[in-house]
């Protein structure tokens, strides 16, 4: 059980826009950054957005992320079929005094 | 381009202590924080601690009982040591670094992982 709540799965077209969620509370995404990092098959994870909404440096502008209160979100648009992969989101808990991660979202584009 | 590669034993007994080394190429470490996170089926992503290249941690307080991160920026690498380990430390182990002038918490670059199995 994750503490980051994310749907498990979430599929789309190509050329789409998809928006994959994030929620938390007070202690994590209510008041850290979040971060968002994609996963594909066989690779290392990559880190697509921080600070919330900032893109890094590299990464496509197809890519964006926002937040508000205890939730956070990452859209992808202009889908294509090299962005499968998992996208999990993540913050820091100041309950917890942890990175907490959520459980991840596989995308499909259909 | 700075890559980070882990190394070290595959398999640990019960009861032993894991170590694991990330040797860092192509960049300094210094001005960055240096984290090992763990991937398991049951728990999913699960991030261990950090260290700053100047030597200050953070640990997981789940793990922190077990946990050692160190740093030997002379040797542009560092390590993980974590005692009394049992089935549930069986996971895959990254060693990641932050952005720079980023949050210490978020991982921009990442090793490929290696897999440890704690089995007698």
């Known amino acids: 059980q994750s503490v980051l709540t994310q749907p498990p799965s979430i599929s789309e077209g190509p050329r789409q826009r998809v928006t994959i969620s994030c929620s938390g509370g007070s202690s994590n995404i209510g008041n850290n950054a979040v971060n968002w990092y994609q996963w594909l098959p066989g690779k290392a994870p990559k880190l697509l957005v921080h600070f919330d909404d900032v893109v890094l440096p590299g990464v496509s502008d197809r890519f964006s992320g926002s937040k508000s209160g205890t939730s956070a979100s990452l859209a992808i648009n202009g889908l294509r079929s090299d962005d499968e992969a998992e996208y999990y989101c993540a913050a820091w808990d100041d309950d917890l005094s942890l990175v907490v991660f959520g459980g991840g979202t596989k995308l499909t584009v259909l | 381009q700075v890559q980070l590669q882990e190394s070290g034993p595959g398999l640990v007994k019960p009861s032993e202590t894991l170590s694991l080394t990330c040797h860092v190429s192509?960049?300094?470490?210094?001005?960055?924080?240096w984290s090992w996170i763990r991937q398991t089926p049951g728990k999913g992503l699960e991030w261990v601690g950090y260290?700053?290249?100047?030597?200050?941690?953070t640990y997981n307080p789940s793990l922190k009982s077990r946990v050692i991160i160190s740093v030997d920026t002379s040797k542009n690498q560092f390590s993980l040591r974590m005692t009394s380990v049992t089935a549930a430390d069986t996971a895959v182990y990254f060693c990641?670094?932050?952005?720079?002038?980023?949050?210490?918490?978020?991982?921009?670059?990442w090793g490929q992982g290696t897999l440890v199995i704690v089995s007698s």
């Open positions: 990641a670094r932050n952005p720079a002038a980023g949050s210490p918490t978020a991982f921009e670059v």
């Open positions: 192509g960049d300094s470490m210094t001005s960055h924080y």
């Open positions: 260290i700053y290249y100047s030597g200050s941690t």
